[in-house]
């Protein structure tokens, strides 16, 4: 089963980390704050969760169902999910897979899938995690601040924690992105369902595309001086959005 931690007491709120991350992630934020129970879960291969499933076929499918075997576990009967970069990914297979699953925020991420051009950029990084681990983290953590070196401390740490990742979980999640389901249309339909935070200045997904993919901007929150870290960089502002959507 998947490493989890439970906190507090109210309505249920599950917080899924990116690629690279783990549940630690979300120890910057005061979630006391919102008066939920709130469960954190490390996905395969990151954090203290194995990575149990060898396919040659990685799928953020099977990081879904691993979740909701936690969340059968904790005899979850409803819940919101908050996902951030890789983290939305597989909170939007919940919402298909699982009726309990009520509201997703995506922090940090999309819900399209891959360009031709980002599919090929997914395979490089998984040869890269095995050729030179350490030179694609060292590069790679710092490009999601928008000024990386106003947080030399939150990079190093997130280095730390990236660096302890098996060479086969860096691949295996990376394969998983570049083949999941584009939940543009179920966004778009269920528009009350669905939440997005973003970094104005993240690089990884400019906010003016993410804007061009949303029918209606009702449920999206930009926020101004964060990258796609936002969390880190704006934590306030992230703390405040959530309690608004979630009050």
């Known amino acids: 089963m998947l490493n989890f931690k439970v906190e507090g007491k109210g309505k249920t709120l ?28 490390d996905l395969p291969g990151h954090g203290n969760s194995p990575l149990s499933e ?18 059968d576990y904790l005899n979850i009967d409803s819940y ?3 996902g951030h970069s890789m983290g939305g990914y597989v909170s939007l297979l919940l919402k298909e897979l699982d009726n309990r699953c009520q509201k997703v925020v995506l922090l940090n991420s999309n819900f399209w899938e891959d360009s031709e051009q980002k599919k090929k950029d997914r395979v490089r990084v998984a040869e890269i995690a095995f050729k030179a681990k350490n030179i694609f983290i ?4 710092p490009n999601l601040f928008s000024k990386p070196e106003n947080h030399t401390k939150e990079v190093e740490e997130l280095k730390n924690e990236a660096l302890k990742m098996a060479p086969e979980s860096i691949a295996y999640s990376a394969l998983a992105m570049r083949e999941r389901k584009d939940f543009s249309y179920e966004v778009n339909k269920n528009r009350d369902d669905y939440f ?52």
């Open 54 to 71: 060898r396919s040659e076929n990685p799928s953020i499918n099977y990081m879904a169902k691993e979740v909701i075997q936690v969340l």
């Open 80 to 82: 919101s999910i908050i």
């Open 138 to 141: 060292q590069e790679a953590i």
């Open 196 to 247: 997005v935070i973003h970094g104005k200045l993240d690089k990884l997904v400019e906010v003016d595309f993410l804007k061009s993919q949303l029918k209606s901007q009702k449920n999206l929150f930009v926020i101004e001086n964060a990258g796609h870290m936002a969390h880190i960089e704006q934590p306030e502002e992230v703390l405040r959005i959530f309690q608004n959507i979630f009050s």
């Open 14 to 41: 599950v917080f899924l980390h990116g690629f690279l991350e783990s549940l630690s992630m979300w120890s910057i934020l005061h979630l006391d704050n919102l008066c939920t129970q709130n469960i954190f879960i």
